[in-house]
C-alpha cells in the first residue's frame, strides 16, 4: 500500500513537495590489511575497468584525480564482476563514463582503522545507508568546491528485489551529481519500470535549492504538503527568469523505511496517481528531486519541475 500524496493545481500549474541530505565522510578510514592491488586481464578488444582492491589507495587516486570513487561491498571470496564487464561494453557511455571514476571492491567485512578503532568498512557511519549489505557506494572528490565533496552521495544495498544488473550500474554513473537523497531519489525514478522521462530534462540547482527548502520545512514539521506555495511559485518562476510553468509532486514513506527503500515507495506512490504521474512521467525541460527525513522517521520526498 502506498502513503499520502499531496496534489494541489493554480491556474496551469500543478504542484507538490521535497528535501535533502549528505552523509558523513569516509575519508579517515584506512585499510587495516595490506592487501594487494589487483588489475584484471581480459581480452584487450574489450574495455576493462581496472579495480583497485585497496580501499584507501582507491580513495587517494580519486581525490587526486578529482573523481568519483566507485566501491563495490562483495561477500567473502572472488567478486561477481560481470555485471559491470556488461556495463562497460554493452552500453554507448559506458567507457567514457568509466573514465570520470576510480572504482574498488572490497569484501564486505573489511576490516578499517578510523579514530584509532577496527570496524568493518560498511559500517563506518559515512556508509549507514548501506544497511550492511553488499552492494555500490559511491562518493564524490570530483569538486572541492561542493558542498557534499567527500560525501557518499549514492548507496544501491543489494536486496532481494534491488539487484545489481546493468541499468542499475549505468544510472548509477550517468545521473546527475547531487546530495545523497537528491541522486537517490533520482535513481528510483529512473530505475522505475515505465522509465519516467521527467529525468531527461536538466538538472536544475535553483529547482534543487527550492525542493530541499521545502522538504527540510516539511520534515521539521513533519506534515506533507504545499505550505506557502503562491509565495513559493512566485519566487521559483523568478529566479528561473520568467518561466512559463511550474510543477510540483510530492510523496512520503513509510515510517521507519530505509533511504532507498523511502525513494522507491515514493515513486511507487506517484505512479499510483494520474495526476503525480503526469508530471514524473513526462519530459521535463528542468527537474530536480529531494528527499528528507522527519523526526518521525517518514522521509519526505519532492520532485520539482519547469518548463
Known sequence: MSRMLGVRTWGMIFLWSALGLV????????????????????????????????????MEQAKDEGKM????????????????DRWLNDTQDGPTLAKTMVFCHVPRDLKVVTEGKEIELIDHPAFQHMEGRPGVAMIDYVDSEDPFHG??????PLTRQRQ?????????????????????????????????????????PILAEESQSHSLHQARIRVQGHHNWDSRFHRI???????????????????????????EECVSSWRGSSGHWQAVSSPQESFAYDMKRGSNGVW???????R
Open 164 to 204: 545489481l544488473h546493468t541499468s542499475a550500474i549505468a544510472n548509477l554513473c550517468r545521473i546527475p551529481r547531487g546530495t545523497l537523497t537528491q541522486r537517490s531519489l533520482v535513481l528510483a525514478v529512473c530505475l522505475h519500470r515505465d522509465r519516467p522521462r521527467s529525468v531527461t530534462g536538466r538538472w536544475n
Open 69 to 84: 570513487l566507485f566501491v563495490f561491498f562483495h561477500e567473502a571470496g572472488e567478486p561477481d564482476l560481470s555485471p559491470f
Open 151 to 156: 560525501r557518499v552521495v549514492s548507496v544501491y
Open 300 to 306: 519526505y520526498a519532492t520532485g520539482l519541475f519547469a
Open 23 to 58: 552523509s558523513s565522510s569516509p575519508s579517515s578510514a584506512q585499510d587495516s590489511a595490506g592487501d594487494q592491488e589487483l588489475i584484471s586481464e581480459a581480452d584487450p578488444s574489450r574495455s576493462v575497468i581496472e579495480w583497485h582492491t585497496r580501499y584507501s589507495s582507491a
Open 237 to 263: 518562476i523568478g529566479r528561473l527568469g520568467g518561466s512559463l510553468g511550474a510543477q510540483e509532486v510530492c510523496a512520503e514513506s513509510w515510517p521507519g523505511q530505509p533511504l532507498m527503500d523511502a525513494a
